[in-house]
Nanobody, 120 residues
Framework: EVQLVESGGGLVQAGGSLRLSCAASGFTFDDYAIGWFRQAPGKEREGVSCISSSDGSTYYADSVKGRFTISSDNAKNTVYLQMNSLKPEDTAVYYC?????????????WGQGTQVTVSS
């Protein structure tokens, strides 16, 4: 059974950091692209970042460039999102998702989400 489980969310002061983890079971990350998304109440879900195993390419939304870094640990079948210089507007539920075609465009599997709250 394919599962994605996010962890690492929590409450942090503005300017602080968190590292989110996305652990996969039922498949290996080296055959997929993994993306991070977020959704705040009353707002549409937005793509945050993606890493593709096809060529190692990474992508970032303009709103997080220079602050967030995506990385992977194939031995642990885990993808991370390091979030630095957090702002209150980063508050959202963060989800990871897997794209079997590794194009960071069509996602097949989704995690349950982890809450990130940034206080001012």
């Amino acid at each position: 059974e394919v599962q994605l489980v996010e962890s690492g969310g929590g409450l942090v002061q503005a300017g602080g950091s968190l590292r989110l983890s996305c652990a996969a079971s039922g498949f290996t990350f080296d055959d997929y692209a993994i993306g991070w998304f977020r959704q705040a109440p009353g707002k549409e879900r937005e793509g945050v970042s993606c890493i593709s195993s096809s060529d190692g390419s990474t992508y970032y939304a303009d709103s997080v460039k220079g602050r967030f870094t995506i990385s992977s640990d194939n031995a642990k079948n885990t993808v991370y999102l390091q979030m630095n210089s957090l702002k209150p507007e980063d508050t959202a539920v963060y989800y990871c998702a897997a794209d079997r075609y590794r194009g960071c465009s069509e996602y097949d599997y989704w995690g349950q989400g982890t809450q990130v709250t940034v206080s001012s």
